[in-house]
């Protein structure tokens, strides 16, 4: 449910940039505009993802997918050409020369995020987010079996690896484009791609991104009435319910929450950085999920009760380190990515602990229920440890460790 209001809000953001929205409607303020697109975007979504369910949104991603991969591309290519005036590979150049050091993978000394974080704060919430998340795994839910789920989540691992293409590569060029103009870090991509793409491809890669936003914004409240109906609208509230009861349970509270998000959205435009309130909005319930997890893949002792205390022991120690002084001062000082290292590794240890003072009686058994088949794709582990290398060797290849010294 957090997740909601920062898609609609990014997204939003990004479709006032690439149109000129503001333009079109005649508006005054970017906050009017902002308002309209946010909510237009919520209802359009909602009806989609309460009404279409999860096979639509799978479907959806595909092709959503497909059209960002190919238009996220073409952005950096004719960003490029305008950079290099005409010629993408004098934009290279340009770029280089100018921010060279914003091609070293591990940053440098004055870096925002250091890059020791990334064996920290920056691990833990990538692991959560690519294989606990509700909303992220959910897509594998459709494989008809566990050999066809891997696959697709080794596709999209490849997938992944040229990201910083369609991801890094705008913003720098957004950096280097609109450099000495007084524009919001947020608002630089829609600029982007409404300067450098003609307005046929712009058209194109609005309405891609449109649905982009759509997909994500209906996998996010999908996931949340998931969890909603199944984790506890049918083991606490009502355990007695039908299947009926269950799915109205989930669309009733999916329109709650929908409705609280486009109210909430517009709001984030006070925020100096999106990426970090969505990173600190993360960390509070990232971090403890990820920990129960763990803990009961390593132990079939821990009772629910260690689990219990964890997650509101890791939200209380998250939110205190991140909002209140001077606990906060202490945080910043560390960085807050090796504090959720920190409190992660204090969560575990204290659900282990939890574990041997007072274990369960019976260990827990995973049953299989034979829904889907099991059987493993044989070459996962292979091309899994090639990805691996690959990740590493892009690491290495832009590595200037000079800046280190």
């Known amino acids: ?29 970017h906050e009017q505009t902002l308002w309209i697109i946010v909510w237009v975007v919520g209802i359009v979504g909602s009806l989609y993802a309460l009404f279409g369910g999860l096979r639509t949104v799978a479907v959806s991603d595909t092709i959503n997918g497909a059209g960002l991969l190919v238009g996220g591309l073409m952005i950096a290519w004719f960003g490029l050409n305008a950079l290099g005036d005409g010629s993408a590979l004098a934009g290279v150049d340009a770029l280089a020369a100018g921010n060279p050091e914003r091609f070293n993978s591990i940053g440098g000394p004055d870096s925002g995020v250091p890059f020791t974080t990334i064996f920290s704060g920056i691990l833990l919430l990538h ?14 839910f459709g494989a008809r079996s566990l050999a066809e789920g891997q696959k697709g989540v080794l596709a999209t691992g490849l997938l992944k690896l040229i990201g910083p293409l369609f991801l890094v590569i705008p913003g720098m060029i957004a950096y280097a484009l609109f450099a000495g103009q007084d524009i919001k870090a947020d608002h630089s991509y829609g600029m982007l791609v409404n300067q450098v793409l003609p307005t046929p491809f712009a058209g194109f890669f609005a309405a891609v991104m449109m649905g982009a ?8 409240l999908n996931s949340t009435c998931t969890l909603f109906s199944l984790g506890l609208y049918q083991r606490v509230i009502n355990p007695a319910a039908d299947n009926a009861q269950v799915v109205r349970s989930g669309k009733v509270f999916g329109w709650i929450i929908a409705l609280c998000s486009m109210g909430l959205a517009p709001l984030l435009l006070g925020q100096e950085s999106i990426f970090a309130y969505l990173q600190k909005m993360n960390g509070l319930y990232f971090i403890p999920i990820l920990a129960v997890v763990v803990v009961g ?40 990515f090796h504090f959720l290292g920190l ?9 282990l602990v939890i574990g041997e003072l007072r274990p369960m009686q019976d260990e827990w058994v995973q049953t299989d229920v034979r829904a889907v ?25 832009f590595a200037d460790l000079s800046v280190l010294s």
């Open 127 to 140: 692991m959560f987010y690519w294989t606990t998340n509700q909303q992220i795994i959910q897509r594998t």
């Open 1 to 29: 449910g957090i997740l909601l209001p920062i898609i609609l809000y990014t997204g939003a953001t990004g479709l006032i940039g690439i149109l000129d929205v503001q333009g079109m409607l005649g508006l005054e303020s």
């Open 343 to 351: 409190v992660f590794a204090y969560l575990v240890i204290l659900m």
């Open 373 to 397: 088949d099991m059987t493993p794709w044989v070459h996962a582990r292979k091309v899994g440890l090639i990805l691996l290398l690959l990740v590493v060797s892009i690491y290495v290849t």
């Open 297 to 336: 893949m390593l132990s079939r002792r821990v009772p629910p009760l260690a689990a219990k205390i964890a997650l509101v022991t890791g939200f209380l120690l998250i939110a205190i380190g991140y909002f209140v002084p001077p606990a906060a001062i202490i945080v910043d000082a560390m960085h807050e």
């Open 213 to 220: 936003i759509l997909s994500s914004y209906n996998s996010a």
